[in-house]
């Protein structure tokens, strides 16, 4: 099949960075690649989980696997708002 060449993008959080890696690599091992479960961790990623303060992603492929894993901060960042500058506003709008 097609879809199974193409790379896979799989995104995990875990309390350390040995949970989230070893997971990762556990599923880049077992081939075929399970596709429910990488559905299963992408629905848990759209949830914030308190604690889970290192992130990881794997690049999946037939031949190789692309892999990182960082801690964040656990502290809420700012939202910032960025306006284009191509004369589409006036003056005070991000009041």
């Known amino acids: 099949m097609m879809e199974d060449k193409l ?15 070893s997971t990762l690599k556990h599923v880049a091992a077992n081939q075929p690649l399970d596709r429910n ?4 961790f992408h629905e848990i990623g ?9 992130r990881g992603f794997a ?7 692309e892999l ?4 964040v901060s656990a ?4 939202t ?6 191509m004369g589409s506003q006036w003056s005070g709008m991000g009041r």
């Open 75 to 78: 502290e809420k960042r700012p």
């Open 37 to 40: 479960l990488v559905g299963l």
């Open 7 to 21: 790379p896979v993008l799989v995104g995990l959080s875990g309390r350390t960075h040995e949970a989230v890696e």
């Open 46 to 54: 759209k949830n914030d989980i308190p604690g889970h303060h290192h």
């Open 59 to 65: 690049v999946i492929n037939e031949d190789k696997l």
């Open 68 to 71: 990182d894993v960082k801690e």
């Open 80 to 85: 910032w708002f960025v306006f284009s500058g």
